[in-house]
């Protein structure tokens, strides 16, 4: 069985330093089988959540735009990668819509999608469904010009975490920084714990997909 991830850049640019990160990830994870598809963001018709719950009442969401064919990918992808530079001290505004829409996709429009469950009595907070999500290896990485890593991570690592997904880490922080573009490389430490990560994820993958 080959092995797939999808790692996901929510910086607002292109050839970015967050997707340069997910580059030098995908090639160490390439020298171990494992196949990563790099999707960018940036340049994407996505919509904000409208917050008008048909989701939980009837089980569709009625945005149909590319963000659901990035969440589709994700559901059949054994691991998940999520990067993102900071703004504000947080995610960017592209990475929380996939947050906030995604946390209902997966939990409620995805399952109910695979299960074919055409008598859904609707969602109930009282006995919240599992996420499909459940059971793949995650993992998250911040980019940042100086500070604010810390914030950013914890909000896709709690992502990860409440679709009960398997998150691993590595020796520190997993935020690299740099504000030129392609600077991060000179980030010594922020590299050598993005090669930790990227292992401790590979070797989940394998031990688990392989």
């Known amino acids: ?6 790692a996901i850049t929510g910086s607002h640019r292109k050839n970015s330093n967050t997707e340069l990160a997910l580059q030098i990830m995908s090639k160490r994870l390439a020298k171990i089988g494992v196949e990563t598809e790099i999707i960018a963001l940036a340049n994407k018709k996505i919509e904000h ?18 963000l659901v064919e ?22 960017t505004p592209l990475m929380q819509d996939l947050i906030a829409r995604g946390n209902r996709f997966f939990h409620i429009l995805a399952k109910s999608a695979i299960e074919d469950n055409s008598n859904n009595p609707g969602f109930t907070y009282k006995n919240i469904p599992s996420s499909v999500l459940k059971g793949k290896v995650g993992a998250a990485i911040t980019t940042a010009r100086r500070a ?22 590595s020796c520190y922080e997993n935020t690299i920084f740099g ?32």
Request: aromatic letters at 8%; hydrophobic letters at 40%; charged letters at 20%.
């Open 49 to 66: 959540c409208r917050a008008c719950d048909n989701c939980k009442k009837t089980g569709n969401c009625l945005i149909d735009d590319e």
């Open 70 to 91: 990035i969440m589709e990918k994700m559901t059949i992808a054994q691991g998940i990668i999520l990067a993102c530079p900071v703004y504000s001290f947080n995610i």
């Open 179 to 210: 504000n030129e573009r392609g600077s991060i490389v000179k980030d010594i430490e922020g590299m050598n714990n993005l090669y930790k990560l990227t292992d401790n994820f590979g070797t989940l993958l394998k031990k688990l997909f392989g």
């Open 148 to 169: 604010g890593g810390g914030m950013a991570l914890w909000k896709l690592n709690n992502f990860m975490l409440v679709n009960e997904m398997y998150v691993v880490g």
């Open 1 to 6: 069985m080959s092995i797939k991830v999808i």
